[in-house]
């Protein structure tokens, strides 16, 4: 196998509390009952397959193991607060994004507020905003990195030119890799002669581009950009591909929004287009098992239940799926994928003034991927009368077997990384300490056990140009078989998920003779 990742401020929950008798409006699943498309996991790839198959006319059932939405981008409840599942801005929802595409395809409407700046950095002697307009963020980083080389100028200016043709070619709905004929079919409106300006850097790295245009010398910059590149690939400049780390740079300042409830309000607005079209979502009673059934399959749920279905949408990475279908995991090789540690805060706020949500911390200019050294702090107020209680995130990438040692030591290790994140915590807040009302971290023994991956990865694989693009892992796993989720093409994150669920819908339904709504 080739080669990792708003507000939760009183969310609005639905009643759940029966979705593990398989109550679906108020009737009761059978257990000899049919399904067109069944959905395994209540990701974001999940999801969008499932509400555009719903959408389209076939009978969808979708089921989660937990008791709420979204998998990585999704939330939960932890001592009276609520807490983002993974670490996530949210993207794309832009006139013309792709998730802005999804949910119009289903007929939601979402409010979404452009987030200027998209996130704040904080590097060891400076704080730079990352601000949206691209003349505004080159004045402010002429200001902001003055001694830099003016090869920094060319390569702001490539970001905008490339990683805006990505975007274009991005938000035409791509089916990549080019398996079959129907990939190419859906992937032709993405062509386009302006196409010849990101082809040549198709298997080329960002390092190999800051040094062509002379973007070297200023290790501040070369921070702030690794930074942003490995939250958003996975992988520092040195190994990121071009094409997309490009995008990765360009997108905070295309399209960040803040969504109230942030991306688990996103998850459960796509629950109820599932539900509106017809199809069914349960909770609290996931997939244990999956076999062939003549042209079908045949799902053995948690609960002993077991349903066919004409074909299955797998959210899940191939690992996850291995493991349901009786074959040992298989798993990203070393160095190939990144696991993360979270540390998650309940403070009392009282007193303090208004804060940007996201703020990136760098520790250390020269080694952003040790655990600690690059983190994201995310912060979501309360509202109403708990408008003093706020929530926040702090992340940072670990390797997936960090904590595989003996438990002595991975508590050692435990309180160590949770110390560290507490000192990027303080950069944005300088009295934490004396507010903090409820503290817990997540490992990725975590992961692996709340959202079933395997060694606990998370954010798929570190986009380098071997599995990016043309040579980006298949999602089909077999007839009527379809992977979705951050390990497929495109990616890591809400809007590449998403992209994956639009493919898995398009591959299920036409093998259906249904038509896709994307």
């Known amino acids: 196998m080739p080669g990792f990742r708003m507000v939760i401020s009183s969310p609005d929950f639905e009643d759940l509390s029966n979705s593990r008798r398989g109550l679906y409006h108020g009737h009761m699943v059978s257990t000899d009952c049919e399904a067109d498309i069944l959905v395994i996991g209540s990701g974001f790839g999940g999801l969008t397959a499932a509400a555009l198959s719903a959408r389209a006319g076939a009978r969808v059932h979708v089921f989660e193991r937990h008791t709420r939405p979204g998998g990585c981008a999704g939330d939960f409840a ?57 003349a505004a963020w080159e004045a402010l980083f002429a200001d902001q990195f003055a001694g830099a080389p003016a090869g920094y100028r060319r390569f702001w200016r490539w970001v905008r030119l490339v990683g805006g043709e990505v975007y274009r070619i991005g938000a035409a709905l791509p089916s990549f890799p080019l398996e079959r004929p129907a990939d190419i079919r859906r992937s032709l409106r993405a062509v386009s002669p302006s196409l010849v300006l990101a082809a040549p850097w198709l298997f080329a790295t960002i390092g190999r581009v800051k040094e062509l245009l002379g973007a070297d010398g200023d290790p501040a910059a070369d921070a702030l950009i690794d930074a942003l590149l490995l939250d958003a690939t996975g992988a520092t400049a ?79 990475p191939p690992g996850g799926l291995d493991l349901l ?31 940007h949500p996201f703020h990136q911390i760098v520790a250390d200019l020269n080694d952003l991927e040790t655990p600690g050294n690059n983190c994201l702090v995310s912060i979501y107020p309360g509202r109403g009368a708990r408008a003093n209680r706020w929530s926040i995130s702090v992340s940072t990438h670990v390797p997936p077997a960090a904590f595989a040692i003996p438990p002595a030591k991975a508590q050692r290790l435990r309180c160590r990384l949770e110390g560290r994140l507490l000192e990027a915590v303080r950069r944005v807040i300088p009295d934490v300490d004396h507010r903090i009302l409820l503290l817990r971290s997540a490992t990725p023994a975590t992961y692996q056990r709340f959202t079933g991956r395997p060694g606990g990865f ?61």
């Open 458 to 518: 998370v954010g798929g694989l570190r986009q380098t140009p071997s599995v990016v693009a043309l040579r980006a892992p298949g999602r089909r796993a077999g007839r009527g078989l379809v992977l979705a989720g951050d390990h497929t093409f495109p990616g890591q994150g809400t809007v590449g998920t998403a992209l994956s669920g639009i493919n898995a819908a398009r591959d299920v339904l036409e093998s259906l003779g249904m038509e896709a709504p994307l």
């Open 238 to 316: 040195t190994d990121c591909s071009a094409v997309q780390g490009a995008i990765a740079l360009d997108l905070y300042r295309r399209g960040c929004q803040w969504v109230d409830g942030g991306t688990g309000a996103l998850a459960m607005k796509l629950v109820r287009a599932i539900r509106a079209s017809g199809g069914t979502v349960t909770f609290g009673n996931g997939v244990a098992g999956l076999r062939p059934d003549g042209s079908g399959w045949r799902v053995r749920l948690d609960d002993g239940t077991t349903l066919s279905a004409r074909a299955v949408v797998a959210n899940l």
């Open 78 to 134: 932890l001592g009276g607060f609520w807490f983002p599942a993974g670490a996530t801005v949210v993207t794309g929802l832009e006139p013309g994004g792709i998730l802005r595409q999804v949910f119009d395809a289903v007929g939601l409407d979402v409010e979404a507020v452009p987030l200027d700046p998209s996130i704040v950095f904080h590097l060891p002697d400076r704080v730079v905003p990352y601000v949206a307009s691209h």
């Open 325 to 355: 279908m009786g074959r040992p995991p298989r798993l990203p090789e070393p160095g190939k994928a990144w696991g993360a540690f979270v540390l998650h805060l309940g403070i009392d706020a009282s007193g303090l003034a208004p804060l």
